[in-house]
């Protein structure tokens, strides 16, 4: 019985964890958004990117690439391919 409800602890701390997750990539996904401002010509979000802008992308994108090298079990050299990959196909290499 014991067993049983720590399983169930267990599955319910998953869960939240899993569901702050996903809210955390929703997060992401706005601030992303606010940056792409700055290329529709609007208000712009910063005013002028700069090499500390680039910096603070370079270390953000190394840190979701480490974490998803945990989430998925992929190494990061496999991961930063696939978005090299991405890139190309965008047309953004």
Request: aromatic fraction near 6%; glycine fraction near 6%.
């Given at each position: 019985m014991?067993?049983?409800?720590?399983?169930?602890?267990?599955?319910?701390?998953?869960?939240?964890?899993?569901?702050?997750?996903?809210?955390?990539?929703?997060?992401?996904?706005?601030?992303?958004?606010?940056?792409?401002?700055?290329?529709?010509?609007?208000?712009?979000?910063?005013?002028?990117?700069?090499?500390?802008?680039?910096?603070?992308?370079?270390?953000?994108?190394?840190?979701?690439?480490?974490?998803?090298?945990?989430?998925?079990?992929?190494?990061?050299?496999t991961?930063?391919?696939?978005?090299?990959d991405?890139?190309?196909a965008?047309?953004?290499?």
């Amino acid at each position: 019985m014991k067993n049983e409800r720590t399983n169930q602890e267990a599955k319910a701390a998953y869960d939240r964890a899993k569901s702050d997750i996903a809210n955390l990539l929703g997060w992401f996904e706005c601030e992303l958004s606010k940056k792409s401002v700055f290329e529709s010509g609007q208000a712009k979000t910063p005013v002028e990117v700069n090499w500390a802008h680039v910096g603070t992308m370079k270390n953000v994108r190394a840190s979701l690439i480490e974490t998803l090298c945990v989430l998925s079990g992929f190494d990061a050299a496999t991961i930063r391919e696939s978005l090299e990959d991405a890139q190309m196909a965008d047309g953004n290499a």
